[in-house]
């Protein structure tokens, strides 16, 4: 089992509904698969084998693949465009033999332990049943924390945004994620190789599950709301069943496969096995860095930014010495390491390195930290108090962990990209630590080295949800919510109510409608405000075009000539046929 893999240290509170989950992640028993693994030796695979990367110039992929058959390897996988190819071999000398072909620049075994027979015969993930819950939203300490829960006032992030979760899988049937999930978008890429069949990407643990929730939970009036609720987020498994380990060719496949497919943000808790650091000056180790380093890079240029957890170990990262957990997939030992051994992805160029925070801002005490490589900080859970989100079958629960942390920050930056659409991955970056509240080094522990702008335990500070989707303050008017469903069927005008009582005089000319509605094609909707003397405010009447699904957006309105107590209504007018939708929620601010 990998104690460190995923990065969480996960507990559990027992709710209704919720039976307690193991002490950490990696030993939580693996589900039972939902169809029957190989039986024996799979077809195309032998005991002894191993798995690889080979990396050529791009130009060269083809030669490194007749070299890779030349010299008794078969090619698993391949990502032309980056130069990476997987290769699987029996062979005891096939890396070193492969090392002195021309064209082919490094070759990194990347495990020490043979590749499973599962690799050439998937067994599906379980699809748990599901659990119904009681349960109701209420506002978390982590999401106060961060302001997120003022900046839903704002926007709930835009459908049109996606989010990745490379993890041990998503439960995409349970009822706060549904809503939002991507299944067209969606992969296994265990062992490597994407597998695109419905429900490969499923949770093989709960870790997963638990981290997509914090990232987008619907704002549905039931369980817990993630940080961007109105966002997509699709899985892409990248941990092997049984194991829970992340492999380089796993990540690879991952990276590559996000920016094919679009995704504005990555969320990444976990560390790429079996090596916690890799280490330049060893051949397998400095092929691993690149392979994944030149995936990460190709998913930036398509416009996706990767958020990841810097670990929990309470290491310093900028001051590295000894490496005790590593390899994790056979036998640790002991080794002398500097800082130019890397965890990856975390340390690599362009990826956002999240520490952890407790209940009240200060270093979570598992948080790894350090000067130079942690960007920004967010809530991760510290002893009795976790991050309460999402579990496999319905179920709810805590873990804490800098893998709990960095899902924070994801959401943060998918509602930055659902604020500004045109932003680069660097310009979310940026974002993300220029809004962020400094914390200062605590006096009482001397680790912590830098400013308070700026530090080793906390990087640029903690993520602000509200000032990064343009909320300088938070809202001071009182607040009022509807989470009822109401259907909107076609070419049908419906409305849902809110009764506004406490509010003196006249509702400001600043009335902030928030407005989170599950529809189709929007292209079909008018929506206006009704005040309680019946005066209409239009809202937003969408063009006939408008093919995009769901509306999740703040509205101001100036409704200064309106009494404010009184019953207001949402109306929503559906002019065509063929689609259909939901009034999920919505809110008024005075």
């Known amino acids: 089992m990998a104690l460190a893999t995923p990065t969480a240290i996960a507990t559990a509170t027992p709710t209704a509904t919720t039976p307690a989950v193991p002490t950490t992640a990696a030993q939580a028993p693996a589900q039972a698969p939902a169809v029957a693994g190989a039986a024996g030796a799979a077809a195309g695979w032998a005991a002894g084998t191993r798995s690889y990367l080979v990396i050529s110039a791009p130009a060269d992929v083809a030669a490194a693949k007749a070299a890779v058959a030349a010299n008794g390897g078969t090619v698993f996988a391949s990502y032309d465009a980056i130069g990476v190819v997987v290769a699987h071999s029996t062979g005891a000398g096939f890396a070193a033999a492969l090392r002195s072909v021309s064209g082919i620049q490094q070759v990194g075994a990347t495990r020490t332990s043979d590749v499973p027979a599962d690799a050439y015969s998937p067994a599906l993930p ?138 504005k943000v990555t969320n990444n808790s976990y560390y790429t096995d079996p090596w916690q650091f890799n280490c330049p000056d060893d051949l397998d180790q400095a092929a691993l860095i690149e392979g994944v380093k030149r995936a990460q890079e190709y998913a930036e240029g398509k416009g996706s930014l990767q958020v990841a957890a810097a670990g929990n170990a309470d290491y310093d990262l900028a001051d590295k010495t000894t490496d005790t957990a590593s390899p994790n997939d056979s036998t640790p030992t002991t080794r002398t390491i500097s800082n130019a051994c890397l965890d990856i992805p975390t340390e690599l160029p362009g990826v956002v390195t999240v520490a952890a925070t407790g209940s009240g801002s200060g270093k979570a005490s598992y948080s790894n930290f350090g000067r130079g490589v942690i960007d920004v900080a967010a809530p991760g859970g510290d002893g009795a108090t976790g991050v309460y989100s999402t579990l496999p079958g319905g179920k709810y ?106 509010v003196t005089g006249n509702a400001p000319a600043t009335l902030k409608v928030g407005v989170d509605i599950k529809h189709t094609y929007r292209g079909d909707l008018v929506l206006s405000l009704v005040a309680p003397n019946g005066t209409v405010y239009l809202l937003e009447d969408f063009p006939n075009n408008d093919s995009a699904a769901n509306v999740a957006k703040t509205y101001t309105v100036n409704a200064a000539a309106s009494a404010a107590n009184g019953t207001w209504k949402l109306r929503v007018k559906d002019g065509a046929s063929g689609d259909t939708g939901t009034i999920d929620a919505w809110n008024l601010t005075f």
């Not at 300490?141 to 041990?168: F, H, R, Y």
């Open 126 to 263: 379980a699809n748990p049943a599901q659990a119904a819950t009681t349960l109701t939203e209420s506002n978390r300490w982590d999401m106060t924390q961060i302001k997120a829960d003022q900046a839903w006032n704002v926007t709930l992030g835009s459908p049109s945004v996606k989010v990745g979760v490379l993890d041990t899988g998503v439960d995409d049937q349970h009822q706060d994620l549904a809503p939002n999930f991507d299944a067209a978008d969606s992969v296994s890429c265990a062992y490597g190789k994407p597998d695109t069949r419905t429900g490969a990407w499923r949770d093989v643990d709960t870790h997963g599950t638990h981290v997509a929730g914090t990232i987008a939970a619907a704002k549905n009036g039931k369980g817990v709301v993630g940080v961007a609720p109105g966002v997509k987020i699709a899985s892409v498994r990248i941990a092997e069943p049984t194991s829970t380990l992340f492999y380089a060719e796993n990540t690879v496949c991952g990276f590559v496969w996000a920016g094919d497919h679009g995704f």
């Open 397 to 502: 629960g805590t873990k804490s962990g800098t893998s709990m942390a960095s899902p924070h920050v994801t959401g943060v930056a998918a509602l930055i990209a659902s604020t500004d659409p045109t932003l680069t991955p660097a310009g979310i970056r940026a974002r993300l630590a220029s809004q962020a509240n400094d914390l200062a080094c605590p006096a009482s522990d001397s680790r912590c080295t830098g400013t308070t702008a700026d530090n080793g335990f906390f990087g640029e500070g903690q993520v602000d949800a509200l000032k990064a989707v343009g909320g300088a303050t938070p809202p001071t008017g009182k607040y009022f919510e509807n989470l009822a469903d109401v259907a909107i069927p076609d070419n049908t005008t419906v409305e849902s109510p809110i009764t506004v009582t406490g």
